[in-house]
């Protein structure tokens, strides 16, 4: 019998959708409604299932992005035949984002016990959920919003990347939010942050998803609602991407920073109450 009912996988999936590409962190928010609805949030089959759910998510990504991607393949595999276009900006920025992944699978195989065990506690994401607002905020201060996508070079997808193992070992933290934070430090604009936010998780994502799918299913998650819980991210995560990419382009972060906060003092608050168990 599934350790997560049909139903549960609905909200859970929706949960996902929201808030994997908003910088609030989508591992967080599941791990705070899982907890509010009994579900024991350090199972295996709970840990794969939120792993797996991701992979909707990501496919809105990929149906979103389809010409850009298709753009950038097609520039990837012309340049493995030919050397001139291995100048093209799109040759090099799928190079780019496979060797940005490469950090964070090193570490998230190597840190694997952590990362499902003490670092999985909602004491943890109470806190990083904090912390990373004070970086998203001065992230957002300090850039300069100079630089475009087309300014981008291989420093910033390796440091971007790299920053997402910030969100895989304090699952508070948000994925979106170390790596827009991390390209705004690098001085480039919200948008241009936020598009290579959403490139560079597709692999890693993806990856995680694939990698945890097997176990999801052999710890008890259940198939329909593994079904259930991806189709709904993917609905609700394309909604998702087209409104974040239009306010960043008008907004600032700071609604996220406050949003996040207020979401952190109150599960420190449910926590201490004993109201949720870490």
Same mark, same amino acid.
């Given at each position: 019998?599934?350790v997560?009912?049909v139903?549960?996988? /609905?909200?859970?999936?929706?949960?996902?959708?929201?808030?994997?590409?908003?910088p609030?962190?989508s591992t967080g928010?599941?791990?705070?409604?899982?907890?509010?609805m009994?579900?024991?949030?350090?199972?295996?089959?709970?840990?794969?299932?939120?792993?797996v759910?991701?992979?909707? $998510?990501?496919? $809105?990504?990929l149906?979103?992005?389809?010409?850009?991607?298709?753009?950038?393949?097609?520039?990837?595999?012309?340049?493995?035949?030919?050397?001139?276009?291995?100048?093209?900006?799109?040759?090099?920025?799928?190079?780019?984002?496979?060797?940005? &992944?490469?950090?964070?699978? /090193?570490?998230?195989?190597?840190?694997?016990?952590?990362?499902e065990?003490?670092?999985?506690?909602l004491?943890? /994401?109470?806190?990083?959920?904090? /912390?990373?607002?004070?970086?998203?905020?001065?992230?957002?201060?300090?850039?300069?919003?100079?630089?475009g996508?087309?300014? &981008?070079?291989?420093?910033?997808?390796?440091?971007?990347?790299?920053?997402?193992?910030?969100?895989?070992?304090?699952?508070g933290?948000?994925?979106?939010?170390a790596t827009?934070?991390?390209?705004l430090?690098?001085d480039?604009?919200r948008v241009?942050? &936020?598009?290579?936010?959403?490139?560079?998780?597709i692999?890693?994502?993806t990856?995680?998803g694939?990698?945890?799918?097997?176990d999801a299913?052999?710890?008890?998650?259940?198939?329909?609602?593994?079904?259930?819980g &991806?189709?709904?991210?993917f609905?609700?995560?394309? $909604?998702?991407?087209?409104?974040?990419?239009?306010?960043?382009?008008k907004?600032?972060?700071?609604?996220?920073?406050?949003?996040?906060?207020v979401?952190?003092?109150?599960?420190?608050?449910?926590?201490? $109450?004993?109201?949720?168990?870490?």
């Amino acid at each position: 019998m599934s350790v997560i009912s049909v139903g549960q996988a /609905v909200v859970l999936g929706a949960v996902e959708g929201v808030t994997e590409f908003l910088p609030v962190s989508s591992t967080g928010h599941l791990k705070i409604v899982e907890g509010l609805m009994g579900i024991p949030v350090d199972d295996d089959a709970v840990v794969g299932f939120s792993a797996v759910i991701q992979v909707g $998510a990501i496919a $809105a990504v990929l149906v979103y992005f389809f010409k850009d991607i298709v753009r950038i393949v097609s520039a990837w595999g012309r340049g493995l035949r030919d050397r001139e276009e291995r100048y093209h900006h799109d040759y090099k920025f799928a190079w780019w984002v496979i060797c940005a &992944t490469i950090p964070i699978v /090193v570490v998230g195989l190597a840190a694997k016990p952590l990362i499902e065990g003490p670092l999985a506690s909602l004491w943890v /994401v109470a806190g990083s959920l904090i /912390v990373g607002s004070g970086v998203m905020w001065a992230a957002d201060q300090m850039g300069r919003h100079k630089r475009g996508e087309d300014d &981008t070079s291989f420093k910033d997808a390796m440091l971007v990347g790299s920053s997402q193992i910030l969100a895989l070992l304090f699952p508070g933290f948000s994925r979106s939010g170390a790596t827009m934070s991390t390209a705004l430090l690098l001085d480039l604009d919200r948008v241009a942050a &936020t598009r290579l936010s959403f490139f560079l998780g597709i692999p890693a994502l993806t990856g995680a998803g694939l990698y945890e799918l097997k176990d999801a299913l052999g710890n008890g998650a259940g198939a329909a609602p593994l079904a259930v819980g &991806t189709g709904v991210s993917f609905v609700v995560a394309y $909604a998702s991407i087209a409104w974040l990419l239009k306010f960043v382009a008008k907004h600032s972060f700071n609604a996220f920073v406050i949003y996040r906060i207020v979401v952190g003092v109150l599960l420190f608050g449910l926590l201490g $109450a004993g109201v949720l168990h870490s």
